[in-house]
């Protein structure tokens, strides 16, 4: 990579060596130093990646390029939108390692829900004192579900996927300005419990016999779920995770899309995924980083909202379902997808290989806190 003749590269290079040659012996730089040293390796990769027209030449190199240590410069200096714009969607498009396949590109704001390990007590909140209600989080992927006394049953063969606390959501939102754009523009009840379960066997076009293809999305009020009875953790499907959030965006190619947008695509959505994990990576996933981040996948994550998978199809047989199962009758109604269920890390492949599991809504029934009319649809690749 030494010989592309331009100065901002040869710059960054240059100090991207000087950097990984003091690094094992960190512990011995003057901090001064070290912070002098990061502030003009960042100056220096702002410069280089401000140059859409050279970050094309630089993409160019990618697939001929087999030096590991240079492939990381590349991964390094080609992604980073999605972590510093998370959904911005404006921003995203306008940014040089986006803005060359913008128009080729759809993009919508999500949040995220990401499994945080193991390590800690997922059922951590479901007992606490009082006074520290407010402060409570019950989001969590895979256990069983928080139970209320006057819950509807649901049928022998639903599946616990995960459970969103509004309050908890809405209080993120407080001091998180992307949550809570996501939250304007979705609104999703401020309080209480969304719980998601699903038989895992069919959907709306498989099984349609079924309501909501198999798919029961049952809302818990704030009353309810601060009168929540004692569970059994043992009766899990799946194993429990507590979950976190983050507002990032979602992206798929749009019909006129060319091959240069696909691939750009799926570089984006698996950063999107890399950052929503925030660190909570598996160790096949870390060897993989370090052999090549450009073919390394973190595993897809459940959000809300935002854009399906932009590795399946939206054929027009499921927009006829839609409109036939969830007609709209209310000016500007839509169609949302209220969520994309991952099986990647704690569902064991159930939907398939690479599969995932949408559940779609009307809009007028999210504001109306109306979860009883669902569809869903299994993707796998």
């Given at each position: 990579m030494r010989d592309v003749p331009s100065p901002a590269w040869q710059r960054y290079l240059e100090l991207a060596g000087r950097i990984a040659e003091l690094t094992p012996r960190i512990h011995e730089v003057p901090v001064a130093?070290?912070?002098?040293?990061?502030?003009?390796?960042?100056?220096?990769?702002?410069?280089?990646?401000?140059?859409?027209?050279?970050?094309?030449?630089?993409?160019?190199?990618?697939?001929?390029?087999?030096?590991?240590?240079?492939?990381?410069?590349?991964?390094?200096?080609?992604?980073?939108a999605v972590f510093e714009l998370g959904g911005d969607v404006e921003a995203l498009r306008a940014d040089p390692r986006v803005s060359d396949v913008a128009d080729e590109l759809d993009i919508a704001p999500a949040i995220y829900l990401a499994e945080q390990g193991f390590e800690a007590d997922p059922y951590e909140a479901e007992q606490v004192w009082p006074e520290d209600e407010e402060y409570r989080d019950l989001s969590r992927i895979g256990g069983v579900p928080t139970l209320t006394p006057d819950a509807r049953p649901l049928p022998d063969d639903a599946v616990f996927l995960l459970q969103v606390d509004c309050s908890a959501l809405t209080r993120e939102a407080v001091h998180d300005e992307a949550v809570a754009s996501v939250l304007r523009r979705y609104p999703l009840p401020k309080r209480g419990l969304l719980q998601v379960f699903h038989t895992t066997l069919g959907d709306s076009r498989t099984d349609p016999g079924r309501p909501g293809g198999g798919a029961t999305v049952r809302y818990l009020a704030e009353a309810d779920v601060r009168r929540r009875t004692a569970i059994n953790p043992s009766a899990?499907?799946?194993?429990?995770?507590?979950?976190?959030?983050?507002?990032?965006?979602?992206?798929?190619?749009?019909?006129?899309?060319?091959?240069?947008?696909?691939?750009?695509?799926?570089?984006?959505?698996?950063?999107?995924?890399?950052?929503?994990?925030?660190?909570?990576?598996?160790?096949?996933?870390?060897?993989?980083?370090?052999?090549?981040?450009?073919?390394?996948?973190?595993?897809?994550?459940?959000?809300?909202?935002?854009?399906?998978?932009?590795?399946?199809?939206?054929?027009?047989?499921?927009?006829?379902?839609?409109?036939?199962?969830?007609?709209?009758?209310?000016?500007?109604?839509?169609?949302?997808?209220?969520?994309?269920?991952?099986?990647?890390?704690?569902?064991?492949?159930?939907?398939?290989?690479?599969?995932?599991?949408?559940?779609?809504?009307?809009?007028?029934?999210?504001?109306?806190?109306?979860?009883?009319?669902?569809?869903?649809?299994?993707?796998?690749?």
């Amino acid at each position: 990579m030494r010989d592309v003749p331009s100065p901002a590269w040869q710059r960054y290079l240059e100090l991207a060596g000087r950097i990984a040659e003091l690094t094992p012996r960190i512990h011995e730089v003057p901090v001064a130093r070290w912070n002098a040293l990061a502030d003009e390796a960042n100056a220096a990769l702002a410069e280089v990646r401000a140059d859409a027209k050279f970050l094309a030449e630089l993409r160019d190199r990618v697939e001929d390029t087999t030096d590991e240590a240079d492939r990381a410069l590349l991964h390094e200096v080609l992604t980073g939108a999605v972590f510093e714009l998370g959904g911005d969607v404006e921003a995203l498009r306008a940014d040089p390692r986006v803005s060359d396949v913008a128009d080729e590109l759809d993009i919508a704001p999500a949040i995220y829900l990401a499994e945080q390990g193991f390590e800690a007590d997922p059922y951590e909140a479901e007992q606490v004192w009082p006074e520290d209600e407010e402060y409570r989080d019950l989001s969590r992927i895979g256990g069983v579900p928080t139970l209320t006394p006057d819950a509807r049953p649901l049928p022998d063969d639903a599946v616990f996927l995960l459970q969103v606390d509004c309050s908890a959501l809405t209080r993120e939102a407080v001091h998180d300005e992307a949550v809570a754009s996501v939250l304007r523009r979705y609104p999703l009840p401020k309080r209480g419990l969304l719980q998601v379960f699903h038989t895992t066997l069919g959907d709306s076009r498989t099984d349609p016999g079924r309501p909501g293809g198999g798919a029961t999305v049952r809302y818990l009020a704030e009353a309810d779920v601060r009168r929540r009875t004692a569970i059994n953790p043992s009766a899990s499907s799946y194993a429990a995770s507590h979950a976190s959030y983050r507002a990032l965006a979602t992206f798929r190619a749009a019909p006129h899309a060319g091959f240069a947008a696909l691939d750009r695509v799926d570089q984006l959505q698996e950063e999107a995924y890399r950052v929503a994990r925030n660190g909570s990576y598996t160790d096949e996933y870390l060897r993989d980083l370090d052999r090549d981040p450009f073919v390394a996948r973190v595993g897809a994550v459940a959000h809300l909202f935002g854009l399906p998978s932009p590795d399946s199809d939206i054929a027009d047989e499921d927009r006829a379902l839609l409109s036939e199962r969830l007609p709209l009758t209310v000016p500007e109604d839509e169609h949302l997808l209220l969520l994309e269920v991952a099986a990647d890390h704690t569902f064991d492949l159930v939907f398939g290989d690479g599969g995932r599991l949408e559940i779609w809504i009307r809009s007028s029934d999210l504001a109306a806190a109306r979860f009883d009319d669902v569809v869903s649809f299994i993707r796998s690749s």
